[in-house]
Nanobody, 120 residues
Framework: VQLQASGGGLVQAGGPLRLSCAASGSIFRVNRMAWYRQAPGKERDLVASITSDGSTNYADSVKGRFTISRDNAKNTAYLQMNSLKPDDTAVYFC???????????????WGQGTQVTVSS
């Protein structure tokens, strides 16, 4: 199973950016998907998560600005980021809990990071 994150870049403060995370490979079902971020010298923190039935959870710092969504048919999660701030600058990582076969266990996979830089 591979996770491919994309959509990062340089944006001015106040602007929007949309990240995508696509899971591919031998997949029976993609369960929880999530976005994390890691700024230089800091720990990797949860930004937002979404379950397979659409239940979402957000870090307090992004509530009202970021929206996580998913397309189950495409095994893809999205992170729409609006009203970006310089403090949102970080490498953003996605992960997914995946069942590779019916009746087997779940496994956690990580995608590569994508850099988001917000200029003031």
């Amino acid at each position: 199973v591979q996770l491919q994150a994309s959509g990062g870049g340089l944006v001015q403060a106040g602007g929007p950016l949309r990240l995508s995370c696509a899971a591919s490979g031998s997949i029976f079902r993609v369960n929880r998907m999530a976005w994390y971020r890691q700024a230089p010298g800091k720990e990797r923190d949860l930004v937002a998560s979404i379950t397979s039935d659409g239940s979402t959870n957000y870090a307090d710092s992004v509530k009202g600005r970021f929206t996580i969504s998913r397309d189950n048919a495409k095994n893809t999660a999205y992170l729409q980021m609006n009203s970006l701030k310089p403090d949102d600058t970080a490498v953003y990582f996605c992960n997914a809990v995946v069942s590779v076969k019916a009746g087997w266990g779940e496994y956690l996979y990580w995608g590569q990071g994508t850099q988001v830089t917000v200029s003031s």
